[in-house]
């Protein structure tokens, strides 16, 4: 299979051009903006948290290629509902994923996430594949913080 083809799928595209989770979380210190040099994608997270630090919602805005953009959709829908430290599994599965060839089979719980299997074959598109859970995992810190894949 191409893997062009197998990279730019039916997901991959629908979310890139009709992102889920678009907006922004007032009055919450879980917060933090995402920058991909590379590729000049962007974007600011924000999430609410319950006192046993579950997502209970998760919102974005920003820029960025279908990858990123598509990437950040598919992660808020994934995390919302998850602790903080079954996120951080899942953004190591999602790492595997990305970078291990045959990641897609280790880890089964990635779901729709899988759909990212494609972009190992383009390294530079990894960086646009994991900047929001890069991003993600900097608005858990709880501070202002900024993200980079660099
Ligand atoms: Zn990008």
Redesign the pocket.
Same mark, same amino acid.
């Given at each position: 299979m191409n893997p062009l083809r197998e990279l730019y799928q039916e997901m991959i595209l629908d979310h890139g051009r009709r992102p889920r989770n678009r907006g922004t979380i007032d009055d919450t210190p879980h917060r933090a903006d995402g920058h991909?040099p590379?590729?000049?994608?962007r974007l600011s997270l924000s999430l609410e948290l319950d006192d046993d630090r579950r997502i209970l919602r998760a919102r974005f805005t920003g820029q960025? /290629? =279908?990858?990123?953009?598509a990437s950040a959709s598919l992660m808020t829908e994934a995390i919302e509902g998850k602790t903080a430290e079954e996120t951080e599994e899942l953004f190591r599965s999602f790492h595997d994923l990305v970078t291990v060839e045959g990641g897609e089979d280790h880890h089964p719980e990635l779901g729709k996430l899988a759909v990212f299997a494609g972009v190992r074959e383009f390294p530079?598109?990894v960086? /646009? =594949?994991t900047?929001a859970w890069h991003t993600l995992r900097a608005a858990l810190e709880g501070e202002e913080t900024a993200a980079t894949t660099e």
């Amino acid at each position: 299979m191409n893997p062009l083809r197998e990279l730019y799928q039916e997901m991959i595209l629908d979310h890139g051009r009709r992102p889920r989770n678009r907006g922004t979380i007032d009055d919450t210190p879980h917060r933090a903006d995402g920058h991909n040099p590379l590729c000049g994608d962007r974007l600011s997270l924000s999430l609410e948290l319950d006192d046993d630090r579950r997502i209970l919602r998760a919102r974005f805005t920003g820029q960025g /290629c =279908a990858i990123s953009t598509a990437s950040a959709s598919l992660m808020t829908e994934a995390i919302e509902g998850k602790t903080a430290e079954e996120t951080e599994e899942l953004f190591r599965s999602f790492h595997d994923l990305v970078t291990v060839e045959g990641g897609e089979d280790h880890h089964p719980e990635l779901g729709k996430l899988a759909v990212f299997a494609g972009v190992r074959e383009f390294p530079v598109r990894v960086k /646009c =594949a994991t900047l929001a859970w890069h991003t993600l995992r900097a608005a858990l810190e709880g501070e202002e913080t900024a993200a980079t894949t660099e």
